[in-house]
């Protein structure tokens, strides 16, 4: 059974540009997370997305990012006129249910740096 | 929310058992004790969690104190694969208890 996968590993883009960020579930996941960790620091939650459903986006920047999970193929957020301050580690993670009792499967997150 | 502290390092030697602490006097009676782990380069992964008693698993042990204000991640013959930064986390019944707050965690390191 894969993994949560993501992909690409290492994204390297030039300010301004736009980064898109990519995240399969496990099998039979159906609720998606997404966490930032900068350098030196915790992971922070960003969004929380089930099929074609944000459900909490608290932790998103109000500008320049957003994130999707449509019926078919995998979750995507999206970086729009990336600064240097993006430039972290995004981490995808995937659970059949958000209950206090599930455990969160994370992918090897994609690092990015902007130039 | 609850907040846990823990040692920023600690050190151990392979194949001896490691006690790895956190304080979370806050800690409310609905809140579960989960740890994760993330060894360098990678995301991190679940490893074990309790709400009461102790807890056994492959990975490792949980020993939760009788008043829940702090707990401990046991790992019994710690190897070389062991060596990444271990989070202790609260995480509330109900509401919005997906939220996993990773704090900067204990970095271990396991001398050969």
């Known amino acids: 059974n894969a993994g949560v996968m993501q992909n690409p590993r290492h994204l390297v883009r030039r300010r301004g540009q736009e980064a898109r960020l990519r995240c399969s579930p496990m099998?039979?996941?159906?609720?998606v997370y997404w966490y930032r960790q900068l350098p030196e620091e915790g992971l922070k939650f960003m969004v929380y997305?089930?099929?074609?459903?944000?459900?909490?986006e608290s932790g998103m920047p109000k500008e320049r990012f957003s994130a999707e999970f449509p019926k078919e193929g995998p979750s995507i957020l999206r970086i729009q006129q990336v600064v240097r301050g993006d430039s972290a580690a995004y981490f995808c993670?995937?659970?059949?249910?958000?209950?206090?009792?599930?455990?969160?499967?994370f992918g090897p997150g994609t690092r990015l740096t902007v130039t | 929310d609850a907040k846990t502290t823990q040692p920023n390092s600690m050190e151990s030697n392979e194949e001896e058992p490691v006690h790895l602490p956190c304080n979370h006097s806050t800690i409310s009676g609905t809140d579960y004790i989960h740890w994760y782990r993330q060894l360098p380069s990678q995301g991190p992964e679940y490893v074990i969690h309790?709400?009461?008693s102790n807890v056994n698993n492959r990975m490792a042990s949980l020993a939760i104190a009788e008043d829940r204000k702090s707990s401990t991640l046991i790992l019994h013959r710690a190897t070389l694969r062991d060596a990444a930064v271990y989070y202790c986390i609260l995480r509330r019944s109900g509401g919005s208890n997906y939220k996993l707050t990773f704090g900067k965690g204990t970095l271990l390191t396991v001398n050969p």
């Open positions: 309790g709400l009461t």
């Open positions: 997305l089930q099929k074609e459903n944000i459900i909490d």
């Open positions: 993670a995937s659970s059949p249910s958000p209950g206090e009792s599930y455990e969160q499967y």
């Open positions: 099998k039979g996941h159906s609720h």
